[in-house]
């Protein structure tokens, strides 16, 4: 079932500085992790990257954790109306064989609360991502410029 639509303009890659840098555990591959700074609400952040399962058997992404914040929770941005609602993912994030997810602003991300100190652009933030199957991954996102996350509207679908 898909949840959501995107219209033409939207931002779907990742900040320079994380676009080449990539994680291997198993057969799930990481790619181009990258948090944003910290704008009105220096306590929460959100977390992105691409992860690939290159296996023959589905997983599935059912944890993270930091040593910057409080709780990292998966999350998913659902339209309700004319508005968003963002809302945990409870079971985390189903990855089948040969499939590859990607994590971005207004879609499917990380949600790092409780921050320890402000992300700051220039600066990395530790995560740790917990596989049903493959196990832990600990991985280190850029932390890209605060800002808009584009002039793109979801519309359900």
Same mark, same amino acid.
């Given at each position: 079932?898909?949840? @959501?639509?995107?219209?033409?303009? %939207?931002?779907?890659?990742?900040?320079?500085?994380?676009?080449?840098?990539?994680?291997?555990?198993?057969?799930?591959?990481?790619?181009?992790?990258?948090?944003?700074?910290?704008?009105?609400?220096?306590?929460?952040?959100?977390?992105? @990257?691409? @992860?690939?399962?290159?296996?023959?058997?589905?997983?599935?992404?059912?944890?993270?954790?930091?040593? /910057?914040?409080?709780?990292?929770?998966? +999350?998913?941005?659902?339209?309700?109306?004319?508005?968003?609602?963002?809302?945990?993912? =409870?079971?985390?994030?189903?990855?089948?064989? /040969?499939? #590859?997810?990607?994590?971005?602003?207004?879609?499917?991300?990380?949600?790092?609360?409780?921050?320890?100190?402000?992300?700051?652009?220039?600066? +990395?933030?530790?995560? #740790?991502? #917990? @596989?049903?199957?493959?196990?832990?991954? /600990?991985?280190?996102?850029? %932390?890209?410029?605060?800002?808009?996350?584009? =002039? =793109?509207?979801?519309?359900?679908?």
């Amino acid at each position: 079932m898909n949840l @959501f639509r995107r219209a033409r303009g %939207v931002l779907t890659g990742s900040p320079d500085a994380a676009a080449s840098r990539s994680y291997t555990l198993g057969e799930i591959e990481i790619g181009g992790p990258w948090a944003r700074a910290s704008s009105v609400d220096a306590s929460i952040a959100g977390g992105y @990257f691409t @992860f690939t399962n290159k296996g023959r058997t589905p997983d599935r992404l059912v944890g993270a954790a930091s040593p /910057d914040a409080e709780r990292v929770e998966i +999350h998913a941005i659902k339209v309700v109306g004319s508005g968003l609602l963002m809302r945990q993912r =409870e079971g985390g994030l189903a990855v089948p064989p /040969d499939t #590859t997810l990607t994590l971005r602003p207004r879609g499917y991300h990380l949600l790092l609360t409780g921050l320890k100190t402000p992300l700051e652009e220039g600066a +990395h933030v530790a995560v #740790t991502l #917990t @596989f049903e199957h493959a196990g832990s991954l /600990d991985i280190e996102c850029a %932390v890209a410029a605060a800002g808009p996350v584009g =002039e =793109e509207t979801l519309t359900s679908g």
